[in-house]
């Protein structure tokens, strides 16, 4: 098919803001060129002739090579998209290459024409400075991140830094809505597939038609109804979809979330592919993706005491091939959840064997902690508490029992007892729902170091496993506590406020002088800072989301910060966690406590850059605390409240 130029730049940023005259006077100097799948439009550290490549039809993949030439993919170009302006810019060779995901048209429009271009229309060349420049920063920041996790892995294939793209199977095997059963059956026979994506009349999926949907819903009905059977009637309306520029990391934790076997892979709202649980096991050596299956078949406690040690494997793994912080999270929390879900199951089950019944009234199980805010990456201490129904009948008995028993089990998954004794088998972390408010409602208003204390440590709770509705009610509860005592937020924040980041003046690290720590800095203590004062922005706006990272987010989305400073802050939070993870992962590997401590000086040029910058975000997020909550106790006192 002939590609209309001017049409395609009409369609292109920031070639839609030249005129009509312009656009064909480029159609005229620029030519059309065709790739074929797979080809290297560009080459990495080649200096080629200076080029912009729009893509008129198809698609492309931006990767960078490594030391040991092992590529990562950092980006896409798709449809009325530019590559190659680097080198048009700069006269360098290129930073990056440039793969052909699928058969690829583009229109090539020579150098010297670009730089006619920046040099005659300032708005366009404002424009691509501008995108110029983020790409840049995009680029800096993955191979950075990359390199930072190389210097410490042995890995020698980074398998979770692949594309759904990759692995995904092109091609899938289609039908309509009203396509009769016994076509699907063939459908499947014929092509040796075990899916059929079921699609509308624009070609959107809109259910998915597996072998088993074939067995359960098919073979189940009487032969009479059998023939008049469509794929709409037996498909699985429950679609996962997954962006071709999705990693392997998005695509396990969509298989360990939803329990699925079948994906459907998307460029945009186009269907691209399909993606199938044998693709990943296929194209991963472990076992780490049967681990959920083992803990949801899991038939007693003396198995699932075991499975922790393979969500370690499976962690291990993912530092190893580069997972980022949010996936980390994500993964393994996933993982945890499913794990302490099971045990507490497993624990009902003897408890009423032992006479005691089942659970009497609707009952929440929360984490709180690292665990609460998704941040557990290690089994490290519990922090955790069980709310339960209030009732006629006083049920703390049956609570306490179970509670108990839940947290010796976890101490057998691995999961150490918490030093504080706040666990659910401490009957001070163990209420009914009036209990709970009550003993908040004493926190709030006695204002003790140790009453602080404790609503700081419960206001990370999350619900994790029974009733979510006595979770909200208990969240109601402290936001309307915030609400009226007005105090809290400065005294939760008056520490936070004066303790510096180890950097002195001149911006070099403040270490540990003496004893066993010397010349290290706990990660755990500087995360602190960001933990604290988004907690505080958090309940004071009346969000309940409990991990850091979605606090940030949030705080961000209602202005309370910039977007820029959110940005900042966030990279932040994700470096010092890498670091910190990465460095207890290789200590837990030898033997030793994953303790948080680094040091800083045994790191490189690279990653001492981020360190400090990351302090420095941090020292920024406490001016921001500082002045929004100076502001918000001037505009009360100046209200009269």
């Known amino acids: 098919m002939k590609i209309d130029v001017v049409d395609v730049l009409k369609q292109t940023i920031p070639y839609n803001f030249l005129r009509d005259d312009v656009l064909e006077d480029i159609g005229r100097t620029s030519e059309v060129k065709n790739f074929p799948r797979g080809a290297y439009i560009l080459k990495q550290g080649k200096k080629g002739p200076p080029t912009l490549f729009i893509v008129a039809r198809g698609s492309v993949e931006i990767v960078v090579a490594d030391e040991r030439n092992e590529e990562t993919g950092v980006g896409f170009r798709h449809q009325h998209d530019f590559f190659g302006i680097t080198s048009v810019l700069t006269q360098k060779s290129y930073p990056a290459s440039v793969r052909a995901l699928e058969d690829l048209t583009c229109i090539l429009i020579p150098g010297k024409k670009m730089e006619e271009l920046m040099v005659t229309h300032p708005l366009f060349s404002g424009q691509f400075t501008g995108i110029l420049s983020e790409r840049l920063r995009l680029l800096y920041r993955e191979v950075i991140v990359q390199q930072s996790y190389e210097a410490h892995s042995s890995t020698e294939s980074p398998l979770l830094r692949k594309r759904v793209s990759e692995i995904m199977t092109t091609s899938p095997v289609i039908c309509e809505y009203r396509t009769p059963v016994a076509e699907v059956a063939k459908l499947m026979v014929d092509r040796r597939v075990g899916s059929v994506v079921v699609v509308d009349d624009k070609d959107y999926p809109i259910g998915l038609v597996r072998e088993r949907d074939l067995v359960h819903k098919v073979m189940t009905r009487a032969s009479c109804q059998m023939e008049n059977l469509t794929a709409g009637m037996v498909m699985d309306e429950k679609l996962i979809k997954l962006q071709m520029g999705a990693f392997y990391n998005q695509a396990l934790l969509a298989v360990i979330k939803h329990q699925i076997t079948h994906m459907v892979v998307m460029d945009d709202e186009r269907l691209v592919g399909v993606l199938a649980l044998r693709d990943l096991v296929n194209t991963r050596s472990t076992g780490s993706l049967w681990v959920t299956d083992k803990i949801e078949t899991a038939k007693d406690l003396d198995h699932l005491s075991q499975i922790g040690q393979e969500v370690d494997h499976l962690l291990y793994a993912l530092v190893a091939e580069r997972a980022s912080v949010p996936e980390l999270f994500a993964i393994i929390t996933e993982m945890h959840d499913r794990l302490l879900s099971r045990i507490i199951e497993l624990c009902e089950q003897e408890v009423a064997l032992q006479g005691y019944g089942s659970p009497p009234v609707e009952y929440c199980w929360i984490n709180m902690g690292s665990a609460g805010r998704k941040e557990q990456i290690l089994r490290t201490d519990q922090d955790n508490a069980i709310i339960y129904a209030d009732s006629d009948h006083d049920h703390r008995e049956y609570f306490h029992i179970l509670g108990s028993k839940v947290v010796e089990e976890l101490v057998r998954a691995g999961f150490a007892p918490c030093k504080g004794d706040v666990m659910a088998s401490n009957p001070k972390w163990c209420h009914s729902l009036s209990g709970w408010k009550k003993v908040i409602t ?14 700081t440590i419960f206001l990370d709770c999350r619900p994790s496993y029974g009733s979510r509705g006595l979770s909200r009610q208990i969240w109601e509860h402290i936001f309307d506590g915030f609400r009226e005592s007005l105090g809290l937020t400065h005294s939760m924040t008056e520490d936070e406020l004066v303790r510096p980041v180890p950097l002195n003046m001149l911006g070099n690290f403040v270490t540990g002088k003496k004893g066993p720590h010397k010349n290290e800095i706990n990660l755990k203590y500087v995360c602190r800072h960001i933990i604290n004062c988004f907690r505080v922005f958090a309940v004071q706006n009346r969000i309940s989301e409990t991990s850091t ?63 400090k910058g990351a302090f420095s975000a941090i020292s920024r997020l406490q001016k921001i605390t500082s002045e929004h909550f100076t502001d918000y106790a001037r505009r009360v006192l100046s209200s009269g409240i």
């Open 442 to 455: 004493r926190w709030f208003y006695h204002g003790e170091a140790d009453s602080i204390r404790m609503l």
């Open 549 to 611: 990272l979605g606090r940030i987010d949030r705080v961000v989305k209602i202005g309370i910060i910039s977007e820029e400073d959110g940005v900042l802050i966030r990279e932040a939070f994700e470096t010092l966690m890498m670091l910190a993870i990465r460095e207890n992962v290789s200590k837990v590997k030898k033997g030793k406590e994953a303790d948080n401590y680094i040091n800083p000086y045994r790191l490189n040029k690279t990653e001492q850059l981020l360190l």
